[in-house]
C-alpha cells in the first residue's frame, strides 16, 4: 500500500506540475510573461523531467530577451533527452541569436540528423528547418556546415582583400572604360531548353560578368588589366573549373531568381566595388545589404538571390574558396575526383563554379 500511495503522490505532483505548465501558457496568451515564467519554474521545480515545461521555458526566456537563462533551460531538456528535437532547434537558433555563427551552423547540423519526416513538423518548425539546408546542384560533401554567411575569422585574407578595395576598384574602372565588351551574360542557354525563371535574363547583359579565367586557365590579357584584383584570394582550383574570378555587374532594376550553387566544398567570395542604394544579398533567412568595400564568404549551396533596385548598376569581385572546414589532404582529394567524373561524363564545367 506504501508503495501504491507514492505513486499516487507522484502523479499528483506531476499533474500539478503540469496545471502550472498550462498557467504559464494562459500567462503568455494575455502578454504576461514575467507571471508565464514564474509558473514555469513552479511547475519545473515540482517535475524536473517535464520537457514540455522545460521547452516552453526556453520560449518565454527569449521573448524576455533572457538567452543565458534560455540556453540553461535548454541544456535541462537536452539532459533528459540528448535527442529531443525542439531542444537541438532551439540551442542552434538560441546560438544563432546570440551571433556565434559557427557553433550554432554546428548545433543545425545535430538537429538535422535528428529531424523527423518534414510532414509532421509545424509550419513554424519547417521553416526553421529548411533554412539552413545545402542544395548543392551537382557536388554534395558530407559533414560540412550549413552556413549562409561564414565569421570573418575563417578568412585571414579577408581583410586584406578589402583593404585593397580601391586598387581594385580602379581597376574596374579601367575595364569599364577600355573593354567593356568583354563582360559576357552569365545566362546563355539554348532557346530550345525549358528556361522558366532564367528566360528573362538568359543572353541578356542585365547580369553579366568579366571572367578572368576561361576554363580555370587565366585569361592574360585580363590579367594584366587587374594584377591588384587577382592577387589577395587563395582560390580553389579545379581543372576546367577554378580558379573562375570575375567582377560581376547587375543592371539597374534587376533581380537575380533563387538558386543554389554547384558543390558545398567550396564557398563564394564577394567584395562590393560599385554599390549604389537598394543592392543586397539574400542567403536562407539572412539578408544583407552591399556596402562597398565589405566582404563576406557564403555557402551558395543554400538558397540565395540578389537585385538591383537602384537606377545605377552594381558591381562586385566574386571567386571561389574552399571550405575552411576541410583539410589541405581532403581539398587534394576532392579535385582529381571532380576532374577524372568530367572526363568520364565528358562534361565541359560552366566558367561560374
Known amino acids: 500500500m506504501e508503495q501504491a500511495g507514492g505513486a499516487v503522490d507522484q502523479a ?8 502550472r505548465n498550462h498557467a504559464a501558457m494562459r500567462a503568455v496568451a ?7 515564467e514564474a509558473a514555469l519554474l513552479e511547475a519545473v521545480s515540482l517535475d524536473r523531467t517535464s520537457i514540455s515545461a522545460w521547452l516552453n521555458l526556453v520560449a518565454v526566456r527569449r521573448q524576455r530577451k533572457d538567452l543565458d537563462g534560455a ?6 531538456v537536452l539532459t533528459l533527452n540528448g535527442r529531443n528535437f525542439p531542444g537541438l532547434l532551439m540551442s542552434a537558433s538560441t546560438l544563432e541569436s546570440e551571433g556565434r555563427a559557427v557553433p550554432a551552423a554546428l548545433a543545425y547540423g545535430a ?20 533554412r539552413y539546408r545545402q542544395e548543392p546542384t551537382e557536388y554534395y560533401y558530407p559533414g560540412l556546415p550549413a552556413i549562409e554567411f561564414y565569421d570573418r575569422s575563417e578568412f585571414p585574407w579577408l581583410q586584406v582583400l578589402e583593404a585593397a578595395t580601391p586598387a581594385i576598384g580602379q581597376e574596374l574602372l579601367d575595364v569599364l572604360r577600355e573593354d567593356a565588351g568583354g563582360f559576357a551574360p552569365y545566362i546563355h542557354y539554348d532557346e530550345r531548353m525549358p528556361l522558366d525563371r532564367w528566360r528573362e535574363l538568359n543572353h541578356s547583359s542585365r547580369w553579366s560578368a568579366y571572367h578572368f579565367y576561361e576554363k580555370a ?3 592574360e590579357v585580363r590579367h594584366r588589366r587587374a594584377p591588384a584584383t587577382l592577387a589577395q584570394v587563395p582560390q580553389a582550383e579545379v581543372a576546367l573549373r577554378s580558379p573562375c574570378a570575375r567582377y560581376s555587374a ?4 534587376t533581380r537575380i531568381p533563387p538558386r543554389t550553387g554547384v558543390p558545398n566544398f567550396r ?11 537598394g543592392c543586397g544579398l539574400r542567403v536562407g533567412a539572412e539578408t544583407r545589404e552591399w556596402r562597398v568595400g565589405e566582404g563576406w564568404v557564403v ?15 552594381r558591381y562586385i569581385l566574386i571567386c571561389v574558396v574552399w571550405s575552411p572546414r576541410l583539410s589541405p589532404e581532403e581539398t587534394a582529394a576532392i579535385a582529381p575526383i571532380i576532374e577524372a567524373t568530367d572526363a568520364f561524363s565528358g562534361t565541359v564545367p560552366a566558367a561560374h563554379f
Not at 494575455?30 to 508565464?36: K, T
Not at 547587375?250 to 532594376?253: A, I, K, N, T
Not at 564557398?267 to 542604394?277: G, I, S, Y
Request: aromatic share 2%; no cysteine; net charge negative.
Open 267 to 277: 564557398l563564394v567570395a564577394h567584395l562590393p566595388l560599385v554599390v549604389p542604394p
Open 12 to 19: 499528483r505532483v506531476r499533474q500539478d506540475a503540469a496545471g
Open 299 to 313: 555557402d551558395d549551396t543554400i538558397e540565395h538571390e540578389a537585385w538591383n533596385d537602384s537606377d545605377q548598376p
Open 111 to 130: 538537429e538535422l540528423a535528428n529531424a523527423p519526416p518534414d510532414h509532421v513538423l509545424d509550419a513554424p518548425t519547417l521553416q526553421a528547418v529548411e
Open 250 to 253: 547587375l543592371m539597374p532594376r
Open 71 to 76: 540556453f540553461n533551460a535548454i541544456q535541462q
Open 217 to 219: 586557365k587565366p585569361v
Open 30 to 36: 494575455a502578454g504576461d510573461l514575467s507571471g508565464a
